[in-house]
């Protein structure tokens, strides 16, 4: 991935003055300052290169910082500390760059030279019961990656991997067959043809399956029995079948008004049973090579490797009493992915406790050859939702939270909020509800996805859905000021003009935070973290708000420093609709 930016741009100049002193060019790297009170970017190369050369670091950078001293692109360079090297633009350069960066169509941003398909696994929704809580995270983390991939210019490939083959299965099975003995699906004598209406609601699997999953920790005969009723339902009886369509069906349904309600879209809504009829033949060639092996009445794969720090279990590919287990779709998957879809990089966004699973399912992969060496798989893992009892957040009663409440929930606090505030009050009905349903989910997404990942962290509603501080619904807010403001610009025949140099500082700092969007995507993308591109677009709507504080565009009385102005606001908007349409965030056309 290659990203052209000022610090890239920086860069280079900076290495040649190191490479005219003989030294190598890569040690000019330039980044943001972390004193910005002394300087805007700052070198440490000369701290390196001293211990190449025997030179003092100081010495070094004095002779680079010399060299530089003569490029009229610099207001300032000065050398602190050991050999630090101080670098501040003129006004004049730092505008000819905010010019550049804003006409760009990418915002300065540049697409990968080598685009690879990239399948980001997300969401991961069990057909047995409608999604709950706990599917936020990989669903937003997710799709927020997708996002920030294909806008690199890759080509991604958006997967939920529905788990619809396994023992879930087959408890409810199990438990509507004792609820409901008489129905067709039960008689091993009846083939067909089956009712076209479901047995069973999306209320009744709500209520079935927890059941049937506690009932099978503790009833061993129950148990038995499940497993008994997912092989043959894996081996295609008819009756089976027939139900797990119905259940499937309804299922599907809930979970694909909750991802739109989300915004959140994929490419394949494939899940296990996709792959049903690949299980099979997999285990046999895995069994013919010998990567495979019977281990008391089960097919497993040995994963471990001599310089484990600890002992790792095998990957089981068939159960005792012949079932396919979730880590034997999963391999095939995994083959799919890679062979049938080309993936290159294959990201799985599942929660960090599964990390155990993923590292015998890679291992598996990689000893079988079932991908090539050149795919890469990575576990994009994630902490857990607590409510402010330090828990995983559930209802008052104690209860799993569905998907659809916690949205239902988001949605009314931010009808809330614009009440309390006056806002969209005159605006028609359905309007306003589309408002208070932008600004829930901004609330609920950003306040996930500004979270380090890896980190667990508290839901707080009251603090999401504020019109203030670090939240989505204050970037939605300074989105929709810009708005406004170009709204009345145009109302008055005003346009955006070439930009000037800035003449304040609050000018100053927001081209200065605008110019580091690339390296806010480059290192969401490289880390994985959704959090970089959030922490940065709160940066942009503060420093726009620290702009339009001290310089009030349309009061401005010289026309070229207002059009200068009303430029940077289109920048400002265009940046902040690229970062939230990244984070899944619409923005309201007006609030």
């Known amino acids: 991935m290659r990203v052209m930016s000022v610090l890239t ?29 002394l300087a805007q970017f700052q070198s440490n190369g000369a701290l390196a290169a001293a211990k190449s050369t025997g030179r003092s670091p100081r010495d070094v950078a004095e002779a680079v910082a010399t060299r530089l001293a003569a490029d009229p692109g610099f207001a ?78 890759h080509n991604v490939i958006r997967d939920p991997h529905f788990g619809d083959w396994g ?46 999953n506690s009932r099978s920790e503790q009833d061993p005969e129950f148990a038995a029995r499940v497993r008994d009723t997912t092989v043959d339902l894996q081996r295609g009886r008819p009756g089976y079948l027939a139900l797990w369509k119905h259940m499937k069906q309804v299922s599907e ?23 049903a009829d690949r299980l099979e033949p997999m285990v046999q060639r895995l069994r013919e090579s ?32 012949g079932a396919f287990l979730y880590s034997t779709t999963d391999l095939a998957t995994l083959e799919m992915r890679a062979r049938d879809l080309g993936a ?56 799993v939270v569905s998907l659809g409440d916690l949205i239902d929930l988001v949605q009314d606090a931010a009808r809330r909020r614009l009440e309390e505030a006056e806002i969209a009050k005159d ?13 829930g989910i901004a609330a609920l997404k950003f ?22 501080g670090k939240t989505g619904p204050y970037l939605q807010y300074g989105a929709v000021r810009i708005r406004s403001i170009q709204r009345k610009a145009q109302e008055r025949g005003l346009s955006p003009g070439p930009m000037l140099a800035p003449i304040v500082d609050g000018e100053r700092d927001l081209m200065l935070v605008l110019l580091r969007l690339p390296e806010a995507i480059e290192r969401a993308a490289e880390l994985r973290a959704p959090n970089h591109v959030a922490e940065y677009a709160y940066q942009v709507a503060s420093a726009w708000n620290r702009f339009y504080d001290s310089c009030h565009i349309l009061d401005e009385e010289d026309p070229s420093r207002q059009a200068s102005w009303l430029a940077l606001a289109e920048w400002t908007l265009r940046t902040l609709t690229l970062l939230l349409d990244l984070l899944g965030i619409e923005i309201p056309e007006r609030m």
Do not use: C
């Open 447 to 468: 306040g996930d996805l500004v979270n380090n990942r890896v980190s667990d962290y508290t839901f707080d509603l009251d603090r999401f859905s504020s019109l203030e």
């Open 76 to 153: 300032k360079v000065e050398v602190a500390g050991p050999g630090f090297i101080n670098l501040t633009l003129s006004d004049e350069s730092l505008a000819a760059y905010a010019e550049s960066s804003a006409r760009m169509d990418t915002l300065g941003v540049e697409t990968a030279t080598q685009p690879e398909t990239v399948v980001v696994d997300y969401a991961g929704p069990n057909v047995a019961k409608a999604m709950h809580v706990g599917h936020l995270r990989a669903t937003i983390i997710g799709d927020s990656l997708q996002r920030i991939f294909r806008l690199l210019g």
């Open 290 to 321: 010998g990567v495979a092996e019977e281990s008391r009445g089960a097919i497993i794969v040995r994963v471990d490797l001599p310089d484990d720090k600890r002992d790792l279990p095998p990957l089981i590919l068939e159960s005792s009493v």
């Open 344 to 399: 290159g990089l294959i990201l799985y966004v599942v929660d960090a406790r599964q990390a155990d699973h993923f590292e015998l399912l890679f291992r598996a992969a990689a000893k079988s050859g079932l991908i090539p060496p050149t795919t890469r798989t990575e576990h994009v893992k994630f902490g857990t939702m607590n409510g402010k009892d330090g828990k995983p957040f559930r209802t008052r009663e104690g209860g």
């Open 9 to 37: 741009e920086l860069s280079g100049r900076v290495g040649l003055a190191f490479a005219d002193e003989g030294l190598d060019p890569a040690l000019g790297e330039v980044v943001v300052s972390q004193r910005p009170e």
């Open 427 to 439: 605006y028609p009905d359905d309007e306003r509800e589309q408002i208070a349903r932008q600004v």
């Open 253 to 275: 349904e809930s979970q694909r008004r909750d991802f739109a309600d989300l915004g959140v879209e994929f490419d394949l809504w494939y899940g296990e049973s996709d792959v």
């Open 167 to 212: 023992f879930q299965m087959g408890l409810v099975i199990a438990a509507i067959a004792e609820e409901q003995p008489d129905l067709p699906y039960f008689d091993p004598e009846y083939l067909g043809p089956y009712p076209d209406e479901s047995p069973v609601t999306l209320d009744d699997l709500q209520r079935i399956y927890p059941e049937a």
